[in-house]
Each structure stands twice: as C-alpha cells, then as structure tokens.
C-alpha cells in the first residue's frame, strides 16, 4: 500500500533531566501552556496543539480533509519549543495548507490537470469529450460538465493503468488479478493477497510517470508482499528514478484532491 500521510517529524528530544534539576524554572516554563499557536501573516493561521504522554517527539500534519494543522508533541515540552518549531516550520505549513484549502469546481473556463498538463475547459459539440492539446472540448450543458469530465477522466484513467500494470507485470513475470479504480484518499493504489490491484483514478491527473510509479509500485508487491529493501529493489529495477515520482507525491498528491466534480 502506498500511503498518503503528510507528517513531517523532528528528532526534537524534550529535555527532562533539565526540567527536573531546576524546579522553579519548570514551572515558569509551563505557566505559558496553550492549546494552539497562531502564525501571523497573510492567511493567519491557528495551529492546534496535542499533548501526548506516549508521544516521543514533534511531529506536524495537515489534514487532507479539512485542511487542519496539528502539532503533536510529548507531554513535557516547554510552550516556547513548540511556539519555535512552529515558527520554524512555517513554510512548509503554509505550503501544505494552500494546496489543501484551494478547491476548484470543474466547470467550463476552468481548468483541470490531464497527465500533468492544465487543461481548459470548453464547450465543445457532438456526444464524446474531445482533448486537443491544451483544452478539453465538452459537449452538453453546464450540469453535466463535471460529471463529463469525470466519466473522461477515469476512462483514460483505467487504460493508462491498465497499459502500465500490463507492462510492469511483464517484466516481473507475475500475472495481477482485476483492476478497480476508486476515489481513495487515504492511499494511491494497493495490492492485494490475491493479487488484485486498486488504483485512484485521481493518479491520471498527476505527471504520467507519476502514475507509472504507482503501478510499478503495486505490480512489485506481486513480487515483494511488504516494504522491505528487497521490495524496493524490485521497484528501482521496474523504474531506476522512481525516487522523483515518488516524491511528486509526497510533495503535490494532495493537490490532485481539489478538484471537485460534484457538490
Ligand atoms: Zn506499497
């Protein structure tokens, strides 16, 4: 399985030997303890705290969901560490937040991302949606644009999938099962024990090696049913710079999540 998870963690080790000697000082420390951090600027933004006594070290999300931060810290760490880490952290906060809090409505004059090329949403005439370069022609009216578009792009979705699960399993010489795509967002793809594969078709909106990756992923679980160094030899044998597609990921898979195709 491919997971989605966006934390970023810090070898930040709280200091108890200090906060034990020096009494006075611990109190003071703590005197300033709250349950969130602003950081100002253009937007502000509230970042939650979570204290956690089972929690080792610092660690930042953003929810994909709601676009929520959260800093999760263990117990006994000073208010001023976090309000710095926060601080420290800042850009890649705001960077995780803006990709997450932009949502874009497919509509006509919009656009939307077609194997990492934006492409213009136009009207278009006949029955079949029709891609020519940089636009994507539409038929019908405004009411069942987004659903068109949807329909084409999970579509052209299954066959690149499809054309890359065929090629990758060839070269490691096991056969998969089925393929079911799905909206999923808490994973790109998975492979399961009877060797069925799973895909987001939200994949074909990001670069298509991008896409490759994942399926070169998911057909080497074929080989390799867990993470281990032997998995990811498989996967840099099927594709030597998987490491660059697979941070794409990391860094912008979100952002395939804007697009809304309904209400
Ligand atoms: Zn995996």
Known sequence: ?????????SQFKPFWGFLMMCDVYNRAMFKGKRDHIVLAGEPEIRVAIKRSSRSRRLSLRVSHLDGRV????PNG????????FA????????????????TEQVAFDGHVHIEGISCL????????????????????????????????????????????????ASQVGRPYG????????????????????M?????????????????AHEVAHLVEMNHSSAFWAVVEKLMPDYATHRLWLRQNGSSLHRYRFSD
Request: aromatic letters at 8%; a positive charge.
């Open 121 to 168: 949403i136009s009207k278009g005439s006949g029955r079949s949606v029709v891609r020519d370069e940089n636009t994507l022609y539409v038929p019908g009216s405004s009411e069942v644009t987004a659903a068109k578009v949807q329909g084409y792009l999970k579509t052209l979705a299954r066959d690149r999938l499809v054309a890359a699960s065929d090629f990758y």
């Open 199 to 215: 895909y987001s078709w939200r994949l074909v909106m990001a670069p298509a090696d991008v896409l490759n990756y994942v399926a």
């Open 87 to 102: 601080l420290e952290k800042a850009d890649w906060i705001r960077g995780h937040v803006a990709k997450r809090s932009v």
């Open 77 to 84: 760490i000073a208010q001023r560490a976090l309000d710095s």
């Open 178 to 197: 089925k393929i079911t795509l799905r909206d999923t967002r808490s994973r790109w793809g998975s492979c399961s024990h009877e060797g069925h594969l």
């Open 1 to 9: 399985m491919l997971s989605k998870a966006f934390a970023q963690n």
């Open 70 to 73: 959260t800093l999760t810290a």
